[in-house]
């Protein structure tokens, strides 16, 4: 079956520019998180959804940063005026629950470029 | 969350097993262990998760001693494909994973 896709897989931003990156999780998977990974780091944590609501932002960087899942299914992570130390990759993952347990499935990742 | 020590990097030739030891001294007692993997330009891939002694997939085995406070990745019979980086977790409570900069396996030919 399909997994979690994102798009686009490569962006190249000019910095102030805004830019949105999409997540379409596996169907019915109740829990949608985003990370962001440096390059030669492992994924932190930015945000977490239930269904449409978004339990969790406390990762998020600064209020450049915006998520939104509002049907509860595809999200959209946005970043408003993006910097030099926004670039990276940002992967979305997608859960059938977000309780303990652990095991997210993860998407290729949107690689983030701000020159 | 525990915090996790694991190798930098680990080098390996094909049909070698690779262990990589994870230590987590502050493991609490709710605490899971889990590893996932990541190939270049993909996604993290959930492998194993387990909470004492052993537990083995078609994929891996993990090994857990009986005071927890470390654990061991075993990949049997390795080949290039399975060059990646290896990430611990410890403490998946709920829904936040805390990877870590993980281990490099680099297999060789």
């Known amino acids: 079956g399909a997994g979690v896709s994102q798009s686009p897989r490569y962006k190249v931003a000019k910095r102030g520019q805004d830019v949105a990156l999409r997540c379409d999780p596996i169907s019915g998977h109740v829990s949608l998180f985003w990370y962001q990974q440096a390059l030669g780091q492992g994924p932190e944590f930015l945000t977490y959804f239930q269904n449409e609501a978004q339990l969790d932002k406390s990762g998020l960087p600064s209020d450049r940063f915006f998520a939104e899942r509002p049907e509860g299914s595809v999200s959209t992570l946005k970043i408003q005026r993006t910097q030099q130390e926004d670039s990276a990759v940002y992967l979305c993952?997608?859960?059938?629950?977000?309780?303990?347990?652990?095991?997210?499935?993860f998407g290729p990742g949107t690689r983030l470029t701000v020159t | 969350l525990a915090k996790t020590t694991q190798p930098i990097s680990m080098d390996s030739y094909e049909g070698q097993e690779v262990n990589i030891t994870c230590s987590h001294n502050?493991?609490?007692?709710?605490?899971?262990i889990t590893w996932y993997q990541q190939f270049p330009s993909q996604g993290p891939r959930f492998i194993i998760q387990?909470?004492?002694t052993k537990v083995t997939n078609e994929v891996a085995s993990l090994f857990i001693p009986a005071d927890r406070k470390s654990s061991t990745l075993s990949l049997p019979r390795v080949s290039l494909s399975d060059t990646a980086v290896y990430y611990c977790l410890v403490g998946v409570r709920d829904y936040k994973l805390s990877f870590g900069a993980g281990t490099t396996v680099t297999v060789r030919a």
């Open positions: 502050n493991i609490a007692t709710n605490d899971y």
């Open positions: 387990g909470y004492k």
């Open positions: 993952a997608s859960s059938f629950s977000g309780g303990t347990g652990g095991e997210q499935y």
